[in-house]
């Protein structure tokens, strides 16, 4: 058995740090690489010129100025899910619920919307919307919170769980408060006397959203890095132990930082409900506080970087979506390139943090001595 | 006034892909991965059977031959899934990344794939019906014992259903059985715990992650095909197949992590699935969307309280979601 002395073929170790350029432009050529792919992949299903597709792909985005606005309020909804889950992250602490929080978000402000029009004056009433929602979604971050800081309940399973339990309260009140009967959906919510819409910023529809999520993006970079908060954040995340030792009480950051994050995705639904879609669905979220992960972890919990991250991923929904109409293919063809990408970007992270060495022939004396 | 009678074989019915989803999961999750994927690659396990089956129907358009009917979908079902845990564990065990990041990912792709080949498939077939019907297929899939109606209670109950349904019993208490009393089992409970002690005492630690995860995707494979052979009747539409696969994840929790709680278990979930069908509820369909939120309802109990009671068996592998980097400490 001499092959037990044989030094393996390559291996690996852990990289230093490779200073943020060389890291992005890693992430960049995977990100190129996966979009040749999926240019590929395209043409094959469709036997159309690959850079049609790619036309098609940004024609869907920026093709007229309400594509862009669209792109905008979609990438500022992402945005915002992804800010609000950021913090936990960071500490460690997988919240996967960002859907059912935001539904919550939304569910609480439509039970505003409709349950106080004919009670509260207008302002009353958004006021209550502001509230109600952000407390709904922070509470929905609570419970989790709760149950991991005081007996370590595993919170990545419970936070998921909790989004189901969303889902379905939502669909009920959908039922209880359908209109018209019988229809099983809610509707605009006071299509005509517009109470509880919050109010549109000169002719542009989206503008508050957008707003708002800046705010809080500057808001969630200045919290992560230059308060106190931010800084107990990061060492419980980076050890428990450590911060234990230095008198951090852990459970009491657990359970501040799921409710700011609870508490920010209840503001995205009640921006959802109260400035862009004026309904309640089951659905409204839409996958978000699952993108929101992956926006997130792909730009390393960093708000900046997030915003580029989240941009990509809205940029190629709309753009599969794009191709999916143009070359009569089903709207799901999106999710296969996204897919994709997202596969080439994980992978990538592993050329950032680690480094491949490969056996050299001349390294014949070393391996007699390992 | 209650129906058990044919309640209780719809609820298994119901609970077959579950319990092959949450076998394949319980499996993976025992090597330490906790793999997100899984409802992504049920989709894709269903869907490659649905394409291996479509073309095998389409080139014999005047009867099956009942074997190959049935071994074509399951093979191409088991290298469908066996593909994207392949992809999981290249991801996660090779290139080290994040457990919770890819299996999301991989959630978003499968059921892409499921739902663009359906469609595909649907323009193909050229049907009016925004589905695929494949009822040759699937009535090789159901056919259960001849003498099963002629037992009446008895023959309903335990031996109504397909052959899959039995498979996926015998597979999951084969695998709890592995995992408790056999060495291989022991060394995976090993590399799940604790890696670190594992690759210590010589246990190959990425081989016994990608086996496991590998082993888990193709029985969660099985669970999507299953449903849509023989709870579908054959018929696959484009999204029927749901949040069964995160109900799947749900009961992984609830069984704490053994696959032979999982076989009644699953008939519970599975009950508690359609149980909103069989409650009279009169006029109010509002509270039939509550009986829904039950089985999510009770899977976090049971997490909660094992966590409470912290006993050292009930709780998830230690090393659940990590990484494993021989070099750090």
């Not at chain 1, 989790?144 to 009920?172: D, G, I």
């Not at chain 2, 039939?288 to 409470?308: D, F, R």
Request: some cysteine; overall charge positive.
């Amino acid at each position: 058995m001499n092959k037990k002395n044989q030094a393996p073929l390559f291996y690996v170790s852990k990289r230093g740090s490779i200073g943020w350029v060389r890291a992005w432009a890693v992430r960049g050529g995977a990100v190129l690489l996966a979009l040749l792919v999926n240019g590929v992949i395209t043409s094959l299903v469709t036997g159309e010129n690959p850079l049609q597709v790619y036309a098609a792909i940004f024609d869907g985005s920026f093709g007229s100025s309400r594509k862009v606005w669209v792109l905008l309020q979609n990438l500022s909804m992402l945005l915002c899910v992804s800010l609000a889950v950021t913090p936990a992250f960071k500490m460690r602490c997988w919240n996967l619920g960002g859907e059912g929080q935001a539904l919550i978000g939304c569910l609480a402000a439509a039970a505003c919307m409709i349950c106080l029009r004919d009670a509260f004056p207008n302002w009353a009433i958004i006021l209550c919307m502001i509230v109600s929602s952000i407390l709904a979604g922070a509470v929905w971050a609570g419970i989790p919170a709760f149950f991991k800081a005081r007996f370590n309940t595993n919170e990545t399973l419970f936070t998921l769980m909790m989004n189901y339990v969303a889902t379905q309260l939502v669909s009920y009140y959908c039922v209880v408060w359908e209109s018209p009967k019988g229809s099983g959906q809610i509707g605009i919510i006071n299509p005509n006397t517009h109470l509880g819409w919050f109010p549109q910023i000169g002719p542009y529809k989206y503008l508050l959203n957008i707003l708002v999520v800046a705010v809080v993006c500057v808001f969630m970079y200045v919290y992560l890095n230059y308060s106190k908060h931010g800084y107990e954040i990061s060492v419980v995340g980076e050890s428990e132990r450590t911060a234990r030792y230095v008198g951090i009480k852990v459970d009491r950051v657990i359970i501040r930082t799921m409710l700011l994050s609870g508490a920010l995705c209840g503001l995205a639904g009640l921006l959802l409900v109260g400035s862009t879609n004026h309904t309640l669905t089951p659905t409204l979220v839409e996958g978000r506080g699952f993108t929101a992960v992956m926006v997130s972890w792909l730009a390393k919990f960093n708000p900046v970087w997030m915003i580029l991250t989240s941009f990509l991923l809205v940029f190629l929904g709309r753009g599969a979506g794009e191709i999916a109409t143009n070359f009569g293919l089903n709207s799901s063809f999106g999710d296969i390139l996204t897919g994709i990408i997202l596969f080439f970007i994980i992978g990538s992270e592993f050329f950032i943090n680690y480094q491949i060495h490969f056996r050299r022939s001349g390294d014949k004396e070393d391996n007699a001595h390992v | 006034m209650f129906d058990f009678l044919t309640f209780l074989p719809r609820a298994v019915v119901q609970g077959i892909p579950l319990l092959l989803g949450s076998t394949g999961e319980t499996l993976t999750e025992k090597s330490g991965n906790l793999n997100l994927g899984i409802p992504g690659i049920m989709y894709v396990g269903a869907i490659s059977g649905v394409i291996g089956s479509f073309f095998y129907e389409r080139a014999n358009p005047d009867g099956l031959a009942a074997l190959p009917a049935v071994l074509i979908p399951i093979g191409c079902c088991l290298l469908g899934s066996l593909l994207m845990g392949l992809l999981y564990c290249f991801l996660t065990v090779s290139l080290r990344a994040n457990q919770n990041v890819t299996g999301l990912a991989i959630t978003t792709f499968g059921v892409g794939f499921g739902n663009f080949f359906g469609g595909s498939l649907m323009k193909l077939s050229g049907s009016e019906l925004p589905s695929i019907i494949l009822t040759a297929t699937s009535n090789c899939f159901r056919r259960s014992l001849p003498f099963a109606d002629k037992l009446g209670a008895v023959g309903k109950l335990f031996l109504s259903y397909g052959f899959l349904a039995y498979i996926a019993v015998v597979i999951a208490l084969v695998c709890a059985y592995v995992l408790k009393r056999t060495r291989t089992g022991l060394q995976l409970r090993a590399v799940g715990e604790s890696p670190n002690t594992a690759d210590a005492a010589g246990i190959n630690v990425g081989r016994y992650k990608y086996v496991a995860t590998c082993a888990g995707s193709m029985i969660a494979g099985l669970g999507g095909l299953y449903y849509v052979m023989d709870y579908a009747s054959g018929m696959w539409s484009n999204n029927a197949f749901g949040d069964r696969g995160w109900l799947a994840i749900a009961l992984v929790i609830f069984t704490v992590w053994r696959p032979n709680i999982g076989v009644l278990a699953s008939f519970l979930f599975g009950g508690l699935y359609i149980l909103h069908m069989y409650i009279p509820s009169g006029m109010n369909l509002a509270v039939k969307e509550l009986y829904k939120m039950a089985p999510y309802v009770i899977t976090i109990v049971v997490l909660v309280l094992t966590s409470i009671r912290n006993k050292r068996e009930n709780q998830p592998p230690a090393s659940l979601g990590l990484p494993y980097f021989r070099e750090e400490r």
